[in-house]
């Protein structure tokens, strides 16, 4: 190998592979990025068995290929002046060359390193941006508890007129439904994804089209997703008993309390007050005629209240007031876009449903997160 490449090329090579580099592989190779050479592209590769990335960028030169150490490699692009890159092999050997800057690298064994699955077949095409703000808004509500390895997944079903995502980790719950354009009118099918993976893959999508390849065969089946310069490949968890979670959304007639928000402000004002907050300690919500209160007592006596502006908060039906945990409320109210938030509740002790608000004041189809609310005794 010795080509040229440009180091924002180099660069996004690197970052985007290094994603999929294990913290603790299991065998050495798997700490590497694999680097080829064709001549006019070069292609860069991580694989820990269950995630694979593939991205490529033109570079120009002689063909070849070397396998370094993956973190130790994105460090020095990192670290590198915006020139161009060139790169050459020189024994067991990778040369790293760069303005004045000068890396020699050793290599591992090419020939130890596994090759990578083949992107699934395609089943349809969705707007990258799109679906990158579906997959972000997904994984606030996928669990990080591994021992419960179903529930650190996002569903996502493919059906003839949407997507769905959805995603819990028992305490909440995330439904995002996006369009897309599938391969064939008649498709129903269902993966479970780890969500670190779509989160990972959220961060590199912005503009274009991502291709959704499937091969839903267990145990081996595995989500690919193609554009236009990267392939990543994961394999499924396994959802065959994925619970029916659409049963927890409350019925639009057993909704008792409906509010529409300042979302950025309660946002603001429930951090705010959490500050007295222990871990395990709720904020109390409190919506009657007079408008909205959040309160929350930590230890040694330590309480905080504050009373939301009259103009910011609309309320319709029953009061109540209702505590949740802070963090998951901030997540669901990040989670959603637009100005105000809609809040469905069924009494103090049943799940809460988080929206955005249209204009109108009702909830916009698309987008709902399901947090569980804490009891509280006053």
């Not at 002689?62 to 161009?84: D, H, M, Q």
């Not at 959805?166 to 391969?183: A, M, N």
């Not at 006596?301 to 103009?311: G, I, K, M, Q, V």
Request: glycine letters at 8%; one cysteine or more.
């Amino acid at each position: 190998m010795n080509l040229t490449i440009e180091h924002a090329d180099l660069a996004d090579i690197v970052t985007q592979v290094a994603r999929t580099l294990p913290n603790k592989p299991s065998v050495p190779v798997l700490a590497g990025i694999k680097l080829s050479a064709d001549g006019t592209t070069l292609t860069g590769e991580a694989y820990d068995y269950d995630t694979s990335t593939r991205v490529q960028a033109t570079a120009s030169g002689e063909p070849g290929t070397a396998l370094v150490s993956g973190r130790l490699l994105a460090e020095i692009v990192k670290a590198l002046p915006a020139k161009p890159v060139t790169l050459t092999t020189t024994g067991a050997h990778l040369q790293l060359a760069c303005g004045a800057a000068r890396f020699t690298l050793p290599t591992m064994p090419v020939e130890d390193y596994p090759t990578l699955p083949a992107l699934p077949a395609p089943v349809g095409d969705v707007d990258a941006a799109v679906f990158a703000q579906a997959i972000t808004q997904a994984v606030v509500s996928a669990g990080r508890d591994d021992t419960l390895p179903m529930m650190t997944g996002v569903r996502i079903e493919l059906r003839p007129d949407h997507i769905a995502l959805l995603s819990t980790d028992r305490y909440r719950l995330t439904e995002r439904l996006i369009d897309w354009k599938p391969g064939r009118p008649d498709i129903e099918a269902d993966a479970l994804v780890p969500a670190r993976t779509l989160a990972d893959l959220a961060k590199t999508l912005t503009a274009g089209t991502v291709t959704v390849a499937l091969t839903a065969d267990r145990p081996a089946g595995r989500l690919g997703f193609d554009t236009a310069s990267r392939q990543i490949t994961s394999r499924l968890l396994d959802g065959a008993n994925y619970p029916p979670v659409r049963t927890l959304f409350p019925k639009g007639d057993e909704v008792t309390t409906k509010v529409t928000v300042d979302r950025a402000l309660l946002i603001e004002v429930v951090k705010r007050v959490a500050l007295v907050a222990e871990r395990t300690t709720p904020v109390l919500l409190t919506f009657n005629p007079d408008g909205c209160v959040v309160e929350a007592g930590g230890s040694e006596e330590a309480r905080a209240s504050e009373t939301l502006p009259d103009d910011t908060t609309s309320i319709d039906g029953d009061p109540v007031t209702i505590g949740f945990n802070p963090a998951y409320l901030i997540d669901g109210l990040t989670a959603i876009t637009g100005q105000r938030a809609h809040l469905a509740m069924v009494g103090a002790y049943k799940p809460a449903v988080i929206t955005t608000a249209g204009e109108d004041g009702q909830p916009v189809d698309g987008h709902r997160y399901l947090i569980m609310p804490i009891r509280v005794s006053r």
